[in-house]
Each structure stands twice: as structure tokens, then as C-alpha cells.
């Protein structure tokens, strides 16, 4: 006897997208889009170039397009106005923090016995650009005050630098249980001649320590990588995929050869992470 196997209902199809009919008032709606649309494309291009985090924006105006294609269009408009002002709140928090940050610098560079009167002018103008919606001008504004405050706190800014580099490149040594004591002390000793304007202080002493950190860097990363080993095989006795991790650890060898000790170290630290996650 045959034995009847029943057979399982074909799916569905998906219910076909419902398209609006065109009329007057929808091709306004349509025209009222493409206008939209167009205009968010500067937006996006200066978001970029700014590196501004707009991707949920940018999600969005592709939901639009989409839902412009199928005609669907008080939807598109919805998402559109959506991601404009998701956008406009994104590149408006920039700029105020932009501008902070410029009015830090204009006071420095007055401190330092600089003429910033030019400087006051184009930050009251991106003040101005920023009320009026206008981010462009704004941008452009802010790029001036740089320009204009660059020959006076150029020296300022570097060495602001080199003494956060120093402070992010002695956190790195700390999780590899480097010895760190003397460059904490020459990172207080540059603090205090950075508050000074010795910028010339802070150079020597930033100079020193990373040295002496660079010098005791590839000895402790060769034993960490003795070790990173050990625990790889450990890892596939346990049938974990090491793939991430041997990655990684190919990536520091790398970086190591290249002289990038602060980027190995930020490497090696990714790859303790993983295997806690995985051991």
C-alpha cells in the first residue's frame, strides 16, 4: 500500500504594495519630494566631510526613496522630514561644540598676547549662520577662526596633543602590566608646564617617557605573544573559532615591525578582550 503524505500549503504571496493613483495633488507631493531630496544632498556631502555620525539619517532617505518609487508618497515625505531634522540636530550639535572649543582656543590665544579681534568677528558670524540653519556658511566661518588662531596656538594645540597621546599610550602600557610610574610622573611634570604655556618643557618631557616606554614595549609584547599563543591552542581544544583573534595577533606582529607600538598595544589590547569573551 502507498503511504499518502499530505503536502504543505504553497506560502502566500506577499500582498502587492499598494501604489497611490496619480493625481493633481500627488504630483505636487511628488515635486515637493524630489525638491527634498535634492536639498538633503548637501547636507549629507558636509556631514561626511565633517565626520559626522548621520547613518540613521541616511537609513531613512533611502526608506524615502523607496517609498517615492512605489508612490507611496505622505510616507516618503514623512521619512524625509524625519531624517532632515535627525540630521540638522546631528550637524547643530557639532557646531556647538565647534564653537566651543574655538572660544577655548580664542582665549588662549589672547592669554599668549595674540591679536584675536578677527578671530571674535568670524565667530560672531558663525553664531549668526548657525541661527540662520545656514551649516555651510557656519563651517566655513569656523575653518576661518582656525586659520586665524593656528600662527598663534599652533604650539598650544601640539603640545595638548602629545600630552593626550602620552596619556593614552601609558593606559595601553597598564594593561600589559608594564612598568608606567616614571612616565605617570613626567605626564604630571608636562601637565603642569602645559598650564604654564612651556610648551617647550612639555615636548622634552612627552619625548622622554614615550622613549622609555618604546624601549620597554617589545619585550613585554613578545612575552604576551608567547602567552596569546597558549591560549589560542586552548581555545581550539575547546572548538572556539580563533580566527578573530589569530587575525588580530597577525595585525600587532605587523604593527610592531612598523614602529606603531601605541596602535600594537590598542591591538593587543582587542585581542584579551576577545578571548575573555570566549574562555
Same mark, same amino acid.
Not at 21 to 29: E, F, H, L, M, V
Not at 153 to 165: L, M, N, Q
Given at each position: ?14 500582498? &502587492?504594495?499598494?501604489?497611490? &493613483? ?37 537609513? *531613512? ?33 557639532? *557646531? ?54 593656528? &600662527? ?8 595638548? #596633543? ?5 596619556? #593614552? ?6 594593561? *600589559? ?49 608567547? #602567552? ?36 600594537? *598595544? ?14
Amino acid at each position: 500500500d502507498r503511504v499518502l503524505v499530505a503536502r504543505e500549503p504553497a506560502p502566500a504571496p506577499p500582498p &502587492p504594495v499598494r501604489r497611490e &493613483p496619480a493625481t493633481p495633488d500627488s504630483k505636487a507631493k511628488g515635486k515637493e519630494l524630489a525638491r527634498m531630496l535634492a536639498e538633503m544632498k548637501p547636507l549629507l556631502t558636509l556631514a561626511y566631510e565633517k565626520d559626522i555620525d548621520v547613518a540613521e539619517s541616511k537609513k *531613512l532617505i533611502d526608506e524615502a526613496a523607496e517609498a517615492g518609487r512605489d508612490r507611496q508618497l505622505d510616507k516618503a515625505l514623512e521619512f524625509v522630514n524625519r531624517s532632515k531634522g535627525m540630521m540638522m540636530a546631528r550637524i547643530d550639535d557639532h *557646531l556647538a561644540s565647534a564653537i566651543m572649543q574655538l572660544r577655548e582656543e580664542t582665549d588662549v590665544a589672547k592669554s599668549l598676547g595674540g591679536d584675536v579681534s578677527r578671530a571674535l568677528t568670524y565667530l560672531r558670524e558663525i553664531e549668526k549662520a548657525k541661527a540662520a540653519g545656514d551649516a555651510e556658511a557656519a563651517f566655513v566661518y569656523a575653518e576661518r577662526v582656525s586659520n586665524e588662531l593656528l &600662527p598663534i596656538t599652533g604650539r598650544y594645540k601640539e603640545a595638548r #596633543s602629545r600630552t593626550a597621546a602620552l596619556r #593614552s599610550l601609558v593606559a595601553d602600557c597598564e594593561i *600589559l602590566i608594564l612598568d608606567t610610574k616614571e612616565a605617570r610622573a613626567a605626564l604630571s611634570e608636562a601637565n603642569k608646564a602645559f598650564e604654564a604655556n612651556d610648551f617647550d618643557r612639555v615636548e622634552m618631557l612627552v619625548k622622554q617617557a614615550t622613549d622609555r616606554l618604546y624601549r620597554a614595549i617589545p619585550d613585554r609584547v613578545n612575552e604576551e605573544m608567547h #602567552s596569546a599563543k597558549a591560549q589560542l591552542i586552548e581555545a581550539k581544544m575547546k572548538n572556539v573559532n580563533t580566527t578573530p583573534m589569530i587575525t588580530i595577533l597577525k595585525s600587532v606582529r605587523t604593527l610592531m615591525k612598523a614602529g606603531d607600538y601605541s596602535q600594537a *598595544l590598542k591591538e593587543m589590547k582587542e585581542f584579551k578582550e576577545q578571548m575573555r569573551k570566549v574562555m
